[in-house]
């Protein structure tokens, strides 16, 4: 009996062939949205864990200078060579722009001494990187495919610079050839030829034995120290950015999951009279339920297959830009080959049978169940969602009160998280029921006949509109959430770094020049005022920090954007045994203003909090004490930096040209404030753009599914249509109707998602962010922003929702009255 009761009840889906669409469409869109995130933060995790990669081979030791901005000497990578320590090789970088204000991350090495590590291959095995064409003008610049592509890069492309010369002709090479990640390579003489520095940035190593690493030690300078490369701290460090693109990743499954029960559930609805004729024929409960769970698990592979493919294809579109993010952000090195892993698929699987079998338990429990005389009787299960709609309104005040428990717990990003879910899931399940309430009331408020119907028919519409209005409007909430977060964030750090960046020009000096450098700058009249800050890192039980020295000029204490602090906290910071903290070492170390703490040596215990303030900028944690402590001779003796701030009528391109040429600085030993904000700001906007596209992706889905879930229910519609163009309604009123019954239900639930959304953002910006990083910010508000995404959501509604009308207004009454029957 499997055979014809199947073949029956899957020939639905030949004479509605747009529902096959749309429950593929929902699944498929849901699992490959959390497929791409999935296979983007595994990759970048895998990426931390094994270490640094150049040329697929791992470096876990770098030999670098105490100093960031200073170099390795070239005499000291001779003497290493010298004394057999081949495993060792020099590595430059330079961080170009180029005139659209793209970064681009440039690499030098010696390409001589790489070669035995490129693969274990000889020179003459090596065709990706010939020797004799890398060290030849014009030396050739080497990129991986994967960035080619996501640069717009072609073979043998000049790639023109701001303040240098173009560089190139580019050589693409294969992924998995050489790994270099978002680094373009080329040889050290090109970095040489760019900038007349010399040294290295650092000399990285292979693996090194005890003896060896003893030997290094020995011969360092006692500027130049060994340590493990950065890649083994980046996995704290990124924690909560992956946590918040898996959030992002899972709400999308959740939106695609509304669309596939919308979607199953009306194509059981209207297989409702072949499922009652087959049980007055003898099919048993039994029998169908075994057809139906076949049809399901066989969504759910195509949805998962399906899923997968292009969820790979989603994540190598976004891969380079959450790559280029990491690197700008933390300094991560994310290879930009990706290749799909089980583990994913097995994922999705999971997570597709689980919410597939949420999706339709009930739509199949009811179909089963309901009594075949029932069944027999048009749309008699439609009559019923209004009763459904009341059961989920009682779970969402269920899950209402919920999250009012949960908002009771222990702030952290868990907490956070399921707030945020309790609050979305009891806003959506409420959703249909109050539309149907107010659809009610507004037939009963209007006198007019065609207004009645309209909203009447609005109010029927919803048993197959419903749930994909659930899922539109839990992505216009994510939507207008993420807007409001992401620019209340931007706005907060812009004026941050407006009182932050004091000074006109900052210079990270060496040591040995620091005190010739303030000499002249006392001398130079083109100077109004300077300051000198130290700073060293200080590990404590709660991790690594900054130790940041401040004078007592006025103006250094107006670049301390202050959150809270005692009234004479300025005085008493170079007086007493205090310290200023930043936001988030002050959630750390979990203490307030007046409050004292205690630091590992050798700054010692008992320092008090004179205040607490806001930054941005760091993501180890900062404090701030005066030159004048007891730890200020300590401090000395760590990096410098000068902020000079110049009078009036003095051009700042030209003094920086100046004080270049006078002590032979690097590009990036000196900065002017306006290079800095720039910066700074492009930095931040690219690190939310992964973000804002998986909004935009869920926005269109959910878009689709509304369309879809219309376009599905066209022919059950055709006899209403019919009789109402017999009744005298034009062909224009119909479209209008149609149109007007999406945009009506589309704006009430633009409606609920706008206050929805600014709530997301409150708890993403008090309690998510602020658990993830310990900062806090002021909620700004973009009614414009808001607007905009609410309007042009109400323009593809409308044409959503005219469409299925216009294709059926194409024929005749009599036809469409006829096909109906």
Known sequence: MFGPVASALWGHYRRHPFQVFLVWLGLTLGVSLLVGVLSINQHAQQSYRQGEQLFSNPYPFSIHHTERTQRVPHAFYIGLRRQGLTQCVPI??????????????????????????????????????SPMDAISMPYPVYVGEAMAEHKGWEEGQMIDLLDYPPIGPLRIIDNDALSMGTYLVADMALLRHLSARTGFTEVLCGDLSQAERQTIREALPSALTLTKTQSTQLGPLTRAFHLNLLAMGLLAFVVGLFIFYQAISLSMTQRQPLVGTLRQLGVDGRQLSAVMSTELLLWVLLGVVSGNVLGMLLANQLLPAVATTLSDLYGADINLVMHWQWQWGLYSLLLAILGAA?????????????????????????????REYAVQAILAVLLGVAAWGVSYWETSQWQGFTLIAFTMLSAALALPYLCGWLFHTSAAVYAGARWRWFFTDAAASLSYRGVAAMAFMLAVSAHIGMETMVGSFRTSTETWLQQRLAADVYVRPSHAALAEMETWLVKNKDVAQFWTTYRRELTTNQGRLEVLSVGNRMSEKQTLAMKASQPDYWAQLHQARTVLLSEALAAKFGVGVGESINLPAPMGEHWQVAGI??????????????TRSDAGQWLKQGRSSLAVVLNQDTQTEQFVDRINHRFSLTTGQVQNQADIMRYAMRIFDRTFTVTESLCALMLIVAICGLF??????????????????????????????????????????ALIAIPLGLVLAGMLIHVVLKASFGWTMTMSFFPISYATTIGLSMLALMVAGAWPVYRMLKRTAAASLRDAQ
Do not use: K
């Open 613 to 626: 303030y806001y930054d941005y900028g760091n993501p180890y944690g900062q404090l701030v004490v005066s």
């Open 92 to 129: 430059d970088r330079l961080d170009v722009v180029t005139p659209s204000l793209s970064d681009i991350h440039l690499m030098g090495v010696d390409t001589i001494a790489m070669l035995p590590f490129i693969a274990n291959q000889r020179a003459d095995e090596a065709p990706s990187l």
């Open 708 to 749: 879809f879930s219309t376009l599905a229910t066209e022919l059950s519609r055709q006899r209403q249509y019919s009789l109402l163009r017999y009744l005298g309604l034009s062909g224009r009123e119909l479209i209008a109707l149609g149109g007007g019954q999406l945009v009506l239900l589309g704006l009430t639930s």
């Open 358 to 386: 949420m999706a339709s338990a009930w739509p199949l429990v009811r179909l089963v169940n309901t009594s075949p005389g029932r069944l027999s009787q048009r749309m008699t299960l439609m009559r019923g969602t209004h």
